[in-house]
């Protein structure tokens, strides 16, 4: 099968939401973009991947970009257009359709796939932005340290195509490109040698990732809907990792990130909560005690009777973490294995809460938890895409590590200030259990900024990270990895490109040339781009 050739001025692998913002940021400034995407759906984690946006808890009034705002505002705009709320409901102004308590915003993620098409579609119309669907990058051309091209096969048999970019950013979830194009990288644990920071071990371990999880979406309704026993359902239902103290991972227990104490969750289909006076906010309360309503996509009281059913629960929870073995760096044949037997463990778990589990009536089994392939836009029911925690990570110009954003270390300082800064986030530092036996890192940290050195690696030219690869530790991933954070350094990215373009420089020559970082950084101030919190804002949670 012959290989199509196409030439762009900037080339983003990977439709996440770093490579949306990276394309829309770019395209607003004049470039030519080509923007592809492996899995069905664009969005990555807040779709494909089905995780509900973890988010700061004062992102409805500042501490996100103009443009992830609009993404927001969007979501809630189909609900109230096109969704029968109730009355009250629709007068709410921070409306949270799912009512759960892990973010203010949980939904249904077709919702923000139709929004983000819509947010691209006028610059697809006009040819500034090619989405290349359903493929995946498995080579790159180089000519010294400059990437001159990537090669990408299709996921539905079409050719093969190769693409010229004077610019390439990689938006993928694993930093897919670093290896395909020889640039400079790192996985797992970095050592306290490295790094000093306070976490880290003494020696490197590279094969030491966080869990990647296998989403899925469940509703409860009259009726035995239990699927078939997965073929290696009991390996699953005895398997009893050390961080469980002894408790199998198929269960309602799990350590408590926070103290390492083993917790008893409660699990309750429809409870009739008041769907309105949830108050997600994970700074007062983490909100995951109760499964059912912690990541709920649809709360059924906040629409009018009887149009839906049941609420819908997304079941993203500790029972669901694999980390059997690394998968970053592992050949194609064995991350498929590894992906599957990840589905399975996901399968595993609905198969055990629908026929086994405890219920608070001294019963057991909830056989009326059914699937909903339709929210997740699969086949099987599950998401269509891994939720990977961990990426690949650049060695940037700068790292960003434990010290600079933890507040055990800075206190009410505050985090470090850079210079080149490009935005801010803010969350825990929230490490799930690794594939080297260790258990949860989650400790408190305070608002952070981007520096643009996380985003250039130290030797390629023309390549920008843009999603969970950027240059932090093992550690520091943990709060800068979560939707809002990835948006804005994938906003970031694809305004520097387009910059670059424009002045004729390199990503280098910005970051060192103190002139022309002001000129860009007074750009990304007029796009609403946040690089500051207001003074004050230093509290942890």
């Not at 492996?38 to 009034?61: F, K, M, N, R």
């Not at 985003?455 to 030219?461: A, D, F, K, Y």
């Amino acid at each position: 099968m012959t290989t199509r050739e196409f030439s762009t001025e900037i080339l983003i692998v990977g439709a996440g939401l770093g490579g949306v913002a990276a394309a829309l940021a770019a395209a607003d400034r004049g470039a030519r973009v080509v923007l592809t995407e492996e899995y069905p759906w664009i969005g990555g984690q807040l779709t494909a991947q089905a995780v509900p946006p973890d988010e700061h808890p004062w992102v409805e009034s500042f501490g996100i970009t103009a443009r992830y705002r609009a993404l927001r505002d969007g979501i809630r705009d189909v609900y109230r257009r096109r969704y029968p709320l109730t009355a009250s409901a629709r007068a709410k102004h921070e409306l949270n359709p799912g009512a759960g308590w892990v973010s203010k915003l949980c939904h249904e993620p077709k919702i923000a796939v139709g929004v983000l098409e819509e947010m691209l579609a006028p610059y697809r119309s006009n040819g500034s932005i090619r989405l290349l669907e359903r493929m995946r990058p498995v080579d790159a051309a180089t000519d010294g340290d400059r990437v001159t091209s990537v090669t990408l096969d299709s996921e539905i048999g079409e050719p093969s195509i190769t693409v010229h970019a004077d610019y390439v950013i990689d938006a993928t979830e694993t930093g897919e490109l670093l290896p395909l194009t020889g640039t400079a990288y790192v996985t797992g644990f970095e050592s306290r040698a490295d790094t000093g920071e306070p976490s880290a071990p003494d020696h490197a371990q590279p094969d030491n990732v966080q869990a990647l999880s296998v989403c899925f979406a469940v509703e409860h309704v009259e009726g035995d809907h239990t699927i078939e026993r997965p073929e290696n359902y009991d390996f699953w239902r005895e398997y009893a990792p050390e961080a469980w103290q002894g408790n199998r991972m198929l269960s309602w227990t799990a350590p408590n990130p926070r103290t390492l104490e083993i917790d008893t969750r409660a699990f309750e289909p429809n409870p009739g909560d008041d769907a309105l006076a949830v108050d997600a906010d994970q700074s007062r309360n983490a909100g995951d005690k109760n499964l059912w309503y912690f990541r709920r996509i649809a709360a059924r009281d906040l629409f009018e009777p009887g149009f839906y059913s049941s609420d819908i629960c997304l079941v993203n929870w500790p029972s669901i973490d694999y980390f059997v073995a690394p998968v970053l760096d592992a050949p194609r044949e064995v991350e498929l294995e590894h992906y599957a037997k990840a589905r399975e463990l996901s399968l595993s778990m609905l198969y055990w809460m629908q026929t086994e589990a405890p219920r608070a009536d001294g019963g057991t089994g909830f056989p009326g938890l059914r699937l909903r392939p339709d929210v997740m836009g699969s086949s099987d029911g599950l998401a269509q895409a891994p939720y990977h925690r961990e990426s690949r990570r650049i060695r940037a110009l700068t790292t960003i590590t434990e010290n600079d954003v933890s507040y055990a270390v800075r206190g009410d300082a505050g985090a470090t200030q850079y210079a080149d800064s490009v935005g801010v986030g803010m969350y825990r530092i929230d490490l799930h259990p690794s594939t080297g036996g260790d258990t949860y890192i989650d400790v408190a940290s305070t608002p952070f900024e981007i520096p643009l050195g996380a985003l250039i690696p130290q030797r390629t030219t023309n390549l920008l990270a843009a999603n969970k690869n950027i240059g932090t530790t093992h550690i520091t991933n943990g709060c800068y990895r979560l939707h809002p954070v990835e948006w804005n350094i994938g906003e970031a990215a694809g305004h520097l490109a387009a910059y670059c373009l424009d002045q004729k420089t390199t990503p280098h020559g910005v970051h060192a040339d103190p002139s022309r970082l002001q000129q860009y950084q007074a750009e990304l101030d007029a796009a609403g781009v946040e690089r500051r919190w207001p003074e004050g804002r230093t509290y942890p949670y």
